[in-house]
């Protein structure tokens, strides 16, 4: 069965540090990738996305995430985190057509002011 | 643009019962997914309807059953609720034309407590 595993559950960071996120999946053909976060009491929203194409992909709030296809990754990055980047993050593929997305546990960000 | 509406937000029943959970999509949008949250198992895909039909369903027992109407406005249903079934259950809507995945926009979610 199809997985995502995202490596670190709880991340500490105080501002202007950076920050990356590890993500790794387990389908071998053609995916789609995502990276959702949800703010506190917020509903889920896409980061961003990888379809095909430029590798590095550029997202929302300054996040970007690379897709290295022979490592089955798909990590997140932000070269200098701000308060208002607390929130959880959560990585997730579509693989097969359709809209099931399958998601990683999630990994919770604390920036420290 | 509305965004996705679920209702109601939060919802409080007792073992034994049976619930049902609306969600409106994106307008124009005709993909309709459900997802269970909950601390333990984290998101977990329910199942997904395209034009009224259910085209994808994942691992959860027979008690879960969902509908999409013309609209594309869905229910989800959950008979002879059990403690385990509280958790925050999300709606998700895509614009699908082609049939590949594309991006997912998620309403905030219907709170269930079963005491």
């Known amino acids: 069965a199809q997985s995502v595993s995202q490596h670190n559950h709880h991340v500490i960071l105080s501002e202007a540090a950076s920050l990356e996120l590890g993500c790794n999946y387990s389908y071998g053909g053609t995916v789609n990738l995502f990276w959702y976060v949800q703010y506190p009491g917020q509903h889920l929203q896409l980061l961003l996305k990888?379809?095909?194409?430029?590798?590095l992909v550029k997202g929302i709030k300054g996040f970007e995430a690379e897709f290295i296809k022979s490592k089955f990754s798909f990590n997140l990055r932000k070269p200098s985190v701000q308060w208002s980047d607390t929130a959880e993050y959560f990585c997730?593929?579509?693989?097969?057509?359709?809209?099931?997305?399958?998601f990683g546990a999630g990994t919770r960000l604390a920036v420290h002011p | 643009k509305a965004g996705v509406t679920q209702t109601p937000r939060y919802l409080i029943k007792t073992r034994g019962q049976q619930v049902t959970l609306s969600c409106s999509p994106i307008s124009g949008h005709r993909s309709v997914s459900w997802y269970q949250q909950t601390p333990g198992q984290g998101l977990q895909f329910l199942f997904e309807y395209f034009s009224e039909t259910q085209r994808n369903k994942g691992n959860f027992p027979g008690r879960f059953s969902g509908r999409q109407f013309s609209n594309s406005r869905s229910e989800m249903n959950v008979s002879t609720l059990e403690l385990g079934d509280s958790a925050l259950y999300l709606c998700?809507?895509?614009?699908?034309?082609?049939?590949?995945?594309?991006?997912?926009?998620f309403g905030q979610g219907t709170r269930l407590t079963v005491v």
């Open positions: 990888y379809f095909s194409g430029d590798p």
């Open positions: 998700a809507s895509s614009h699908e034309v082609t049939g590949s995945g594309t991006e997912a926009f």
């Open positions: 997730a593929v579509i693989s097969g057509g359709y809209n099931k997305l399958i």
